[in-house]
């Protein structure tokens, strides 16, 4: 099955600071989504974005289709963005979802 | 009404219980989906219901049942499970199967004792 790879698994950034966070896949893809899991487990839908740019408030997003990564910006990072980033992606006519092992990520004030 | 929610948020069971969980939205979404979530894992998918029907069953124990009653609802029916079941089990719909827009619910902590 397509293999997702998401970097870096662990990362501390100071409240205010900036940070990228990448999702590397190993096939072509139809769909790819980024969700945000709060530390309750409650997952949040941040895009969908199987190619192109994307940006919603401080968050926005890049898919490079045609070398099979993406990346998800935080911008002046708040507590608030604390939790697992989970990139997700599926193939052409195979409608599962596959999800990478998510970027723990914390914010400290 | 733009979410799914899932009911109960916690459940401790027995390994000789019947139990049930509950998820229900009202986004009009024909695409309805299990997970199962250990700690410090992703999510993995369990069943997808397409159109109130079965559409994936990913090899999930017959101790697992689904049942989508109607295009809002759908349960996840738990039987003689075992410890190693405890996990967090989630929903989530989106309007076509595979498509964009998942939302998922809260999830239910379960433990099996």
């Known amino acids: 099955g397509i293999q997702v790879e998401q970097s870096p698994p662990d990362l501390i950034l100071q409240e205010g600071a900036n940070s990228t966070l990448r999702c590397n896949f190993s096939?072509?893809?139809?769909?790819l989504q980024w969700f945000h899991q709060n530390p309750w487990g409650q997952l949040i839908n941040l895009f969908y974005?199987?190619?192109g740019t994307k940006q919603n408030g401080r968050l926005s997003a890049t898919t490079v289709a045609t070398e099979r990564y993406s990346l998800l910006y935080i911008s002046s990072s708040q507590t608030t963005d604390s939790g697992v980033y989970f990139c997700?992606?599926?193939?052409?006519?195979?409608?599962?979802?596959?999800f990478g092992k998510g970027n723990q990520v914390v914010v400290i004030p | 009404d733009t979410e799914v929610t899932q009911t109960p948020k916690h459940l401790v069971m027995g390994m000789t219980n019947k139990k049930s969980l509950k998820c229900e939205q009202h986004?009009?979404?024909?695409?309805m989906y299990w997970y199962k979530q250990k700690a410090k894992k992703p999510p993995e998918l369990m069943f997808v219901?397409?159109?109130?029907?079965?559409?994936i069953n990913e090899s999930v124990p017959s101790r697992f049942s689904p049942e989508c009653p109607n295009s809002s609802l759908l349960n996840l029916h738990l039987h003689a499970l075992q410890p190693e079941d405890s996990a967090l089990y989630l929903c989530?719909?989106?309007?076509?199967?595979?498509?964009?827009?998942?939302?998922f619910g809260s999830g239910t902590r379960l433990t099996v004792v």
């Open positions: 989530a719909s989106s309007p076509r199967q595979g498509g964009e827009g998942y939302t």
């Open positions: 974005i199987p190619s």
């Open positions: 997700a992606v599926s193939i052409s006519g195979n409608n599962r979802l596959a």
């Open positions: 096939d072509s893809v139809n769909n």
């Open positions: 986004m009009g979404h024909r695409a």
């Open positions: 219901y397409s159109y109130e029907k079965l559409s």
